[in-house]
């Protein structure tokens, strides 16, 4: 039995020929044997999930003809409502053993299932990361409990049933080391966090494709041996790309904004790795929104999350809408709040590192306006200045930024909805806008340092 294992889809969906040649590779590499599996985020962020509410995965779902399919943070967007009715019209098998709607499973899904290839009996089973209610607004009427606690009861009746192997697909990043740790399982298909992985942990396989649908991953069994498919080399499936292409003419979308002459780099190093060019525009264009808005007495702090900034092309050339959309792609508006010095210290502390998710040197936040040194080795905030000078813990500060973060403590939990004095239109539009009046070229800065790396 072969595995084909993707996940984070995400802003794909806005890229026609990525999804197509990602479903070109899965139907290269499928046969008898094979079971495609996708671990979550597939339905959502991105400018078509966006405007078609998720409807736009429907196409790529039929084109894949996924087996099982878990549920990730983004899929409830739209509302567990939307998420539900997505779920009935797919073809595949959802999974989820820890979201609940009252006492029921969400959408009336099963915990697991069993799949039979050749004789051989694979238990697949579905959990999704328990914080995702206070990561998004829309699931906070579902119910996520412990997903060890889930698996292991899941694992015990799939066992019972005959199950020779186990398979989890797993939405909760680094808490895949956990369920490995806790649970009998042979492999745990993970996503949530957009760095690839594959590697055993307490004895367990454990894959992650990273995001964007750049990379399918092929797990063998019994072997346990991965191979890695780069999505960029494989065959173009020309139908599902033309389908895109017209929704994205539908949207329209393509009103240029601003020309770029170097390139603007998305990857998940721009996004994670401390300052990037992409990161500097974002937070630019949140503090210039603000300081518009604000009296001239106010010292305005931009600060992006760089879980907000969605990887995908390079911005270049003639920069659209759409292309601003696909950077944040969230009908989130901008928030303006006033924090004394101590809670501004605070909270570039806090972008050292968010529990739970991301890799140990990640870095969570994009600033403008701001110069912070930061210590690995001694895990402190060495240098902090706010328009060059050193922050006073007295004075107080504007801070602009997404107004998702006053949502959820698990990012910036300093950050609250009582701190806010201002709310500034949906952050797509303050890009669009700011590109439109000041251009798009950004350039790093020495805004964030870190040391000890």
């Not at 899965?26 to 999930?49: F, H, M, Q, Y």
């Not at 069993?114 to 206070?134: Q, Y």
């Not at 041996?225 to 780069?230: G, N």
């Not at 009582?418 to 251009?439: F, M, N």
């Amino acid at each position: 039995m072969r595995l084909l294992h993707y996940s984070d889809i995400e802003n794909a969906h806005d890229d026609p020929e990525v999804v197509g040649r990602l479903a070109g590779l899965v139907d290269a590499l499928r046969d008898d044997d094979t079971l495609v599996c996708g671990t979550g985020d597939n339905i959502a962020p991105g400018v078509l999930p966006l405007v078609t509410r998720g409807e736009i995965a429907l196409e790529f779902f039929e084109a894949v003809s996924p087996a099982v399919s878990t549920f990730g943070n983004h899929d409830f967007d739209f509302g567990a409502d939307r998420a539900a009715e997505l779920v009935e019209r797919s073809p595949q098998q959802w999974l989820s053993a820890n979201v609940y709607d009252d006492s029921e499973r969400f959408a009336g899904v099963e915990a697991a299932t069993i799949r039979e290839v050749d004789g051989v009996r694979v238990g697949f089973l579905g959990v999704t990361d328990p914080t995702t209610p206070s990561a998004n607004p829309e699931a906070t009427q579902l119910t996520f409990t412990d997903p060890v606690v889930a698996t292991r009861e899941a694992t015990r009746e799939l066992r019972a049933d005959g199950a020779e192997y186990v398979v989890v697909c797993s939405h909760l990043g680094r808490g895949d080391e956990r369920l490995a740790a806790a649970c009998e399982v042979d492999v745990i298909l993970g996503g949530h966090v957009h760095s690839e992985r594959v590697e055993r942990v307490a004895g367990t396989l454990l894959t992650r494709p990273g995001t964007g649908g750049e990379v399918l991953l092929e797990v063998e069994l019994p072997t346990l041996e991965v191979t890695r498919h780069v999505v960029a080399d494989a065959p173009l499936d020309e139908e599902l790309t033309a389908r895109y292409r017209q929704r994205l003419d539908e949207a329209g979308l393509d009103t240029v904004v601003a020309c770029v002459d170097e390139p603007i780099r998305r990857t998940e190093r721009e996004a994670f790795r401390g300052e990037s060019r992409v990161g500097n525009f974002v937070a630019d264009a949140y503090r210039w929104a603000a300081e518009r808005e604000l009296d001239d007495s106010e010292t305005v702090v931009g600060l992006q999350n760089s879980g907000g900034i969605r990887t995908g092309p390079a911005l270049a050339d003639e920069v659209t809408v759409a292309d601003l959309v696909s950077l944040v792609p969230f009908e989130e508006p901008v928030a303006v709040l006033e924090c004394s010095g101590s809670e501004l210290l605070d909270t570039f502390r806090e972008a050292a590192d968010t529990p739970g998710f991301g890799e140990s040197d990640w870095w969570h936040a994009h600033v403008s306006g701001a110069r912070l040194v930061y210590d690995y080795n001694d895990d402190e905030l060495i240098e902090a200045q706010v328009g060059g000078e050193a922050i006073d813990h007295a004075a107080r500060y504007a801070l602009a930024t997404t107004e998702f973060l006053l949502h959820t403590d698990a990012e910036f939990p300093t950050l609250t909805d009582a701190k806010r004095i201002a709310t500034l239109d949906i952050q797509y539009d303050i890009l669009a806008e700011y590109a439109r009046e000041v251009g798009v070229a950004p350039q790093l800065e020495g805004r964030i340092v870190r040391t000890g790396l």
